[in-house]
């Protein structure tokens, strides 16, 4: 069964850091891009970063551009995002997700999400 | 900021039918493709719709995708009780933020 599961959400002080690592299994993890998505309590999907397949290439919001890190070990099917200077508004359900991407012979990039994990809890709070 | 603009919710009876428009630009939704995702209260998203219009293996045909310039339209008939969720379109932005970008999400109620 293709799975992912999430671990390392927590509560942390402001300023503070938190790792958060994403354990893959059913399908060749080294194969695919990955994500990370949050949701904010009651607030809709965003986007947060991606790696490529061997990690040479990551793209990052703006709004964590600096603060977080996004890598991968694939000997062990693991994802991870290294949060530091965390924020109030930092506080939100972190999700792991399995990527598709890429041109098409047009030159049009398709890009969705087929497989997520449940997520992970992050609170930002003093 | 979500670039990806979604009306906040849409409602019709059972059996009827409903569509969630999704606007965008050209950095986005004019020169990529558009996948649609449901949420069902408490769970993660779940891939509804990829590549504009294709459905992934167990989705029934009721749900349904369209992209015309730059916004995209998921379209559901024969609501169902079980469709009650919320609804985000996603694709890829290739401005100089490049990145992943969803919509601002849509909660379908069922009457």
């Known amino acids: 069964e293709v799975q992912l599961v999430e671990s390392g959400g927590g509560l942390v002080q402001p300023g503070g850091s938190l790792r958060l690592s994403c354990a893959a299994s059913?399908?060749?993890?080294?194969?695919?891009?990955m994500s990370w998505v949050r949701q904010a309590p009651g607030k809709g999907l965003e986007w947060v970063a991606n790696?490529?397949?061997?990690?040479?290439?990551?793209y990052y919001v703006d709004s964590v551009k600096g603060r977080f890190t996004i890598s991968r070990d694939n000997a062990k099917n693991s994802l991870y995002l290294q949060m530091n200077s965390l924020r109030a508004e930092d506080t939100a359900v972190y999700y792991c997700?399995?990527?598709?991407?890429?041109?098409?012979?047009?030159?049009?990039?398709?890009?969705?999400?087929?497989?997520w994990g449940k997520g992970t809890t992050v609170t930002v709070s003093s | 900021q979500s670039v990806l603009t979604q009306p906040p919710s849409v409602s019709a009876a059972p059996g009827q039918k409903v569509t969630i428009s999704c606007s965008g630009s050209?950095?986005?939704?004019?020169?990529?493709?558009v996948s649609w995702y449901q949420q069902l209260p408490g769970t993660a998203p779940k891939l509804l719709i990829y590549?504009?219009?294709k459905r992934p293996s167990g989705i029934p045909d009721r749900f349904s995708g369209s992209k015309s310039g730059t916004s995209a339209t998921l379209g559901i008939t024969g609501l169902q009780t079980g469709d009650e969720a919320d609804y985000y379109c996603?694709?890829?932005?290739?401005?100089?933020?490049?990145?992943?970008?969803f919509g601002t999400g849509t909660k379908v109620t069922v009457l």
């Open positions: 996603g694709t890829w932005d290739s401005s100089l933020s490049a990145g992943g970008v």
């Open positions: 590549d504009n219009n």
């Open positions: 059913g399908f060749t993890f080294s194969s695919y891009w």
């Open positions: 050209s950095s986005n939704i004019g020169n990529n493709y």
């Open positions: 790696i490529k397949q061997d990690g040479s290439e990551k």
């Open positions: 997700a399995r990527e598709y991407s890429g041109y098409d012979y047009d030159y049009y990039y398709y890009y969705y999400m087929d497989v």
